[in-house]
T-cell receptor, first 112, second 112 residues
Framework: GNSVTQMEGPVTLSEEAFLTINCTYT??????LFWYVQYPGEGLQLLLK?????DKGSNKGFEATYRKETTSFHLEKGSVQVSDSAVYFC???????????FGTGTQLKVEL | EAGVVQSPRYKIIEKKQPVAFWCNPI?????LYWYRQNLGQGPELLIR????????DSQLPKDRFSAERLKGVDSTLKIQPAELGDSAVYLC??????????FGPGTRLLVL
């Protein structure tokens, strides 16, 4: 079956530090890949997506590249801000199941 | 454009009591999802609707959970009777194509 594995958190960084959150997946077929962000007490917001190999999704300074050879979709940001503190979820979607499969989430804490 | 609306935002009940959650999807989105998110975990699909038809309810505990989407717009998820293990965040999402899903703020349920 489909599965998503994320690095465990919390990840604690100083403001302006470089961020990487690792995500790898197992899927049948050719999934689309997503990063969602969840701020405290809120629902999930779509951050970025990529639908095929070598695509790069980007939004608000965050980037992730769909790497089929390593089945990965790592999230990166060059300079984090305190306002980026949230839980980040990696997810995949396959048309066969027509549903999102999520990782367990990685909490990011950014300190001044 | 208005997002996915859910109510109530919070609910505290005693075990064995019934509870219901309501969701209004983004206008024009024919696909509606209910997810359950346990503490520290990613969301897991409970049921998916295409218009008014439940096309995937394989993960819905049918002995106590029920859902409906009359007229193919808003939807209600019910638990009767609630158990302690049902404490979670219940998320509603909607989409046009199925692939990119937009989430509501969720209902936080606490069963005492």
């Amino acid at each position: 079956g489909n599965s998503v594995t994320q690095m465990e958190g919390p990840v604690t960084l100083s403001e302006e530090a470089f961020l990487t959150i690792n995500c790898t997946y197992t899927a049948t077929g050719y999934p689309s890949l997503f990063w969602y962000v969840q701020y405290p007490g809120e629902g999930l917001q779509l951050l970025l997506k990529a639908t095929k190999a070598d695509d790069k999704g980007s939004n608000k300074g965050f980037e992730a590249t769909y790497r089929k050879e390593t089945t990965s979709f790592h999230l990166e940001k060059g300079s984090v801000q305190v306002s980026d503190s949230a839980v980040y979820f990696c997810a995949l979607f396959t048309g066969g199941g027509n549903k999102l499969t999520f990782g367990t989430g990685t909490q990011l804490k950014v300190e001044l | 454009e208005a997002g996915v609306v859910q109510s109530p935002r919070y609910k505290i009940i005693e075990k064995k009591q019934p509870v219901a959650f309501w969701c209004n999807p983004i206008s024009g989105h024919n696909t509606l999802y209910w997810y359950r998110q346990n503490l520290g975990q990613g969301p897991e699909l409970l049921i998916r609707y295409e218009n008014e038809e439940a096309v995937d309810d394989s993960q819905l505990p049918k002995d106590r959970f029920s859902a409906e989407r009359l007229k193919g717009v808003d939807s209600t998820l019910k638990i009767q009777p609630a158990e302690l293990g049902d404490s979670a965040v219940y998320l509603c999402a909607s989409s046009v194509s199925g692939e990119t899903q937009y989430f509501g703020p969720g209902t936080r349920l606490l069963v005492l």
